[in-house]
């Protein structure tokens, strides 16, 4: 703990604060002590424990995934209230552990948006990589009727998962923009030069031209 804090830096808490989160320290330091501890079950948990959120950044970084239960994943995800821990968990744990498919059903259905956000951005995950037996045009029915209005994180997860099934699936592409363009979600989101809106019919269409590019370079 006492070497976290002197990772922590002003400038880069200044930044942190300003998309929700609550700590100071260079992420690739954070990484870089990591390395040097390993991994490691126990102190995993005790930094988790602390409730420090660079600790509990670190405690994602040295654990061992599929050693948590379901109901420790679960209790984990609602203290993890910042974006950058919440994050981490679902994409280093949760997303690796046996439970990942249970939690994303259960979380998805949540009251609380935030729990909410986790299970869309792992049924995101999943209609990239094991689309069979999701219902995809039933999650862009729920998208198309809930994500306008939806808590900021949630609205997010839900975004990511429409452009997702217009990149991956083109079946269902031409639906996917269309709910996109009409509902307009994060159509003005500020977005760095060289980097692709997560505006969904502008994302769709980057990711899609840049697959035809690759497979007429390969063929």
């Known amino acids: 703990?006492?070497?976290l804090?002197?990772?922590?830096?002003?400038?880069?808490?200044?930044v942190n604060e300003r998309h929700g989160d609550d700590?100071?320290?260079?992420?690739g330091k954070l990484r870089a002590l990591a390395k040097r501890l390993k991994t490691q079950q126990e102190l995993a948990r005790e930094l988790w424990d602390t409730g420090d959120s660079a600790a509990r950044?670190?405690?994602?970084?040295?654990?061992?995934?599929?050693?948590?239960?379901?109901?420790?994943l679960d209790g984990m995800l609602r203290s993890a209230r910042t974006p950058k821990v919440q994050d981490w968990l679902v994409g280093y744990v949760v997303k690796k552990s046996p439970y990942a498919e249970e939690l994303r059903v259960a979380w998805s259905a949540d009251p609380d948006p935030v729990?909410?956000?986790?299970g869309w951005a792992l049924t995101a995950e999943r209609v990239v990589k094991k689309p069979a037996g999701l219902d995809l045009p039933g999650l862009?029915?729920?998208?198309?009727?809930?994500?306008?209005d939806a808590p900021d994180r949630l609205q997010w997860a839900m975004n990511t998962t429409l452009a997702q099934i217009g990149i991956e699936h083109a079946e269902l592409r031409a639906r996917a923009l269309a709910i996109g363009e009409r509902l307009e979600v994060l159509k003005d989101y500020p977005t760095s030069p060289g980097c692709t809106s997560p505006y969904a019919p502008v994302w769709i269409g980057e990711m899609v031209r840049r697959q035809e590019a690759q497979a007429t370079t390969s063929s």
């Open 1 to 3: 703990m006492a070497e």
């Open 23 to 27: 700590h100071g320290v260079n992420l």
């Open 115 to 118: 729990v909410a956000s986790a």
């Open 57 to 72: 950044l670190l405690a994602l970084l040295v654990c061992r995934p599929k050693e948590f239960g379901r109901d420790e």
């Open 5 to 14: 804090a002197g990772l922590e830096e002003p400038k880069v808490r200044a």
């Open 140 to 148: 862009l029915d729920v998208i198309e009727g809930e994500m306008k």
